[in-house]
């Protein structure tokens, strides 16, 4: 009788899996433009920054994890409705799924210590904290000194860098002048595009 086993005889043995790597993407100015009116009811109504979600689905095929990062202000400060943005991520990971990219988690916060109604509360995810780096890596594996983080504001670099992941900060969106500490990313770059490239090993100029 032939013994059986758990694994296939063409899978990594235990141990010497590559370890599991995650890129952090920014969602608003990194991966979907800004809003010229600050904010984006409906998600036809957003646009992506050229080539990004190309760049996702690159990164993936190539064996990193997609998460999507962001703090949503919006709502938090009352001026979104909580439902009116559930309906956008809806239709946004529906449509990145319909691009053949996976989002392994959509982490947003949407609180604020100084936030209106239920949303005014701290949260350890609300960026530039870690809490959501460190969610990753315990729910996921996800080593995150082999991680980045790839985004256009202060606070989301900031979290990188604590957590100890590298950074990226690109040159759409705010080009990393929004309100926040201040922040030194590994390196900068034109777009999310340049920073997927750079993940692959293709070579890219720096700024």
Known sequence: MTPSHDFSPFAPLPGTEPPTR??????WGTLLALPPAG?????????????????L??????????????NEPEVAMGRTARSTWERFEQELLEHLAGQGVHICRN??????????????KPSVFRLPDTGLLYHAAQLDGVDLERSWVVGDGRAEL?????AGCGTIGVLTGCATVTEGPEVDPTLTLDS???AIEFLLGVPVETR
């Open 22 to 27: 995650g890129v952090f993407v920014d969602r």
């Open 107 to 120: 982490y947003a916060c949407l609180d604020d210590p100084e936030g209106q109604g239920p949303h005014r």
């Open 192 to 194: 999310l595009v340049e």
């Open 39 to 55: 904010s984006c009811s409906r998600f036809a109504e957003a646009g992506f920054v050229e080539g990004a979600v190309n760049a």
């Open 158 to 162: 900031a979290a990188g860098g604590r």
């Open 57 to 70: 689905f690159r990164a993936q095929q190539a064996g990193w994890r997609v998460y999507l990062i962001g």
